[in-house]
């Protein structure tokens, strides 16, 4: 018996009590039952993203809907910018090219933040650039962006901003309306906690002046197909949606309001901080050197030079039964990453850390026992969020 | 207290077994632990289909698997020839339309079935078509198609087969090799009674050499990336999965292979045999008048003259709490559909010809009472399958 634990940047943790909405018998998409839901979980959506637009929900991974935002808001050969510093930026670029777009770049280094001051440069530039697409949330570096900025920019442009919230959402405020954010995308599996396979888009009506135009290919995530199903009374999907998900959504939804989104936000805030504390106690390097640019889902750790992060992690899970991630892409073997978002308390952070503590004691690595954990501790222990 | 029973051509109930495994606690996408299950559901997958193709495993309801054939298989602007008789065949014509193919459509009357040599007859013709689309069971109207025969002429041509057996597999024999079927597309909320949200796609050696030609944009659907990633030890998606619902699927496959295929094959023609009888002992017409054209997934029954369809269905879910479906497009209103797919026993089709019956009296449709009931009994009676 080894008990098992998940602090990745997602999928994460589902909560007891979505894991039995997630076990109930089965409702039939068309019927009003499961209509009564969906139009409950499309409109918590709209309170989650603080926004009027609508928000659609489909059955994919949140790739899908990066797909979708591209598939439906261009024709082919229009341009666009995007604006990262990580896989899931370019992930953007890589389905706009795929889609016959003309993708202008700004790419900067892993863990830093994209600066906004560059975007309002090129938009100047360039009045035909279509689109914005910039992460908020970076999940690969643990970096956030600066999207309120951004949109402040783009707003007065002809270009809609393109926002992949996937582990922002939840985690960090974000103010889809106030901040202008024309199309902003987030996943069932990352701040919510409920179980993977739906992602969420909310569209502008800048947006959707986009979408009327565009000449891209598209069936399964067709935008307009969404909405005129989502208009019937109660609210469809076109295709048949991912029941139980959406079912358990619902209650994850609620399970967020009750503790509140600003709550959440502090929460997400104290188990980062506290992270941070841990692994500078170890002597260890933050990824994100830039404190201000340093997200609270996800806190990347670079590994000392005579360690290999792939066998840290691999036995962090297979020794100790904690599952934490390691570095994609060009960052992989280099870094780890400690998931602290979604259904997260202060002693999952303890958890991370004691293992963390024995895993680099296995590998060899000098340090004293307990610096990370008694400084997470502390960090708890001075955070105002738990004064209650 | 209503006690609810879902009886439509899917989703299907979930058994409680499979809801079990459904409502486990997360497991991460990229542990080796979901990569063993996902590599036994892969080769149960295989063995469900009768091929040694590989099936890959999408996050998408069924349209995103057709989707998903089209836009890996084309150049744009090839010529297809879809041949259906009913909403879902015509689907393959509406994504082969949306990503700029040429399409010729054999429609035929909704409740035929496709006739395989005018097939022949068009492939004859014509050596620029570079694939035939067909649905084997066509869930709009309850006909099956003869894809044995039809696989046994497209063999021959350098057009390629791609089937869409969303509602086909598990209910009737499906031998993808022996039949020379190119692609086929499955989904886990039909014959195998899993949740919504997954759809399976086989690929045979003639397809992949189209998909190696292809210049149609895809991404989320990319069948490259998906068996890329499927080769990997053990396999996984390239983008995160529906992980609780493959979970769900592994039990569902045991449940399957327990029972054994042509149990279950002679377990859905024993449920769609009881289904006519009780039909006609109620003088109700089949929509499908050829009794070899009738699928074991879905029987269509005409709604008399006098009764409005709709309000049929309506009646039968609010007051009885049995769920069936009424027709779609232009049958809608004209016809009722029974469900009798995936986790259905023979008090099932009890219950739906009881309910049935007690819905036609209250709408004033003069039959004798328990006519019904009693021709379902009696065909279960005289059935062979029951005789252990």
Chains 1, 2 share one sequence.
Request: glycine share 8%; proline share 4%.
């Amino acid at each position: 018996m080894l008990k098992k634990y998940i602090l990745t940047p997602g999928p994460t943790a589902i909560s007891e009590d979505v894991l039995i909405e997630h076990g109930r018998p089965l409702i039939h998409h068309r019927s009003p039952e499961f209509g009564n839901i969906f139009a409950e979980v499309l409109e918590k959506l709209k309170k989650l993203y603080r926004t009027k637009n609508d928000v659609f929900v489909l059955t994919s991974s949140g790739t899908g809907a990066m797909e979708a935002a591209v598939a439906n808001s261009f024709k082919k050969g229009d341009r666009v910018l995007v604006a990262s510093s990580g896989k899931f930026g370019e992930r953007f670029k890589e389905i706009s090219e795929e889609f016959g777009l003309e993708v202008i770049h700004l790419d900067y280094e892993w863990g830093s933040a994209v600066n906004p001051e560059d975007i309002r440069e090129r938009l100047e530039d360039d009045n035909k650039i279509r689109a914005v697409m910039v992460p908020f949330s970076e999940t690969s570096t643990g970096v956030i962006n600066d999207i309120e900025s951004i949109g402040d920019i783009v707003k007065d442009y002809p270009a809609i901003l393109i926002v992949d919230a996937i582990t922002g959402l939840v985690t960090t405020d974000l103010e889809t309306d106030k901040w202008h954010l024309d199309i902003v995308i987030g996943g069932s599996q990352k701040g919510l906690s409920a179980p993977t396979g739906i992602a969420f888009i909310s569209v502008s009506d800048k947006a959707w002046k986009l979408i009327d135009q565009s000449d891209l290919p598209k069936y399964y995530f067709d935008l307009k197909a969404a909405r005129k199903a989502m208009q019937k009374n109660p609210p469809q999907t076109p295709w048949t949606p991912g029941i139980s998900i959406i079912v358990a959504m619902n209650r994850a939804l609620d399970i967020l309001f009750e503790e509140g989104m600003e709550r959440a936000f502090e929460r997400h805030r104290a188990m980062a901080n506290a992270s941070w504390a841990g692994a500078e106690a170890l002597g260890l390097e933050l990824l994100v050197a830039e404190p201000g640019s340093r997200g609270f889902s996800t806190t990347a750790i670079r590994v000392p030079e005579s360690i290999d992060g792939k066998e840290l992690v691999k036995i962090m899970r297979v020794k100790y039964g904690v599952t934490i991630t390691g570095g994609q892409g060009k960052l992989a073997g280099k870094i780890i990453r400690i998931g602290h978002i979604g259904y997260v308390g202060m002693f999952d952070i303890i958890i991370a850390f004691s293992a963390l503590e024995m895993v680099l004691s296995d590998l060899g690595f000098k340090f004293e026992v307990g610096a990370a954990v008694s400084a997470v501790q502390k960090a708890f222990m001075n955070n105002n969020y738990f004064n209650i």
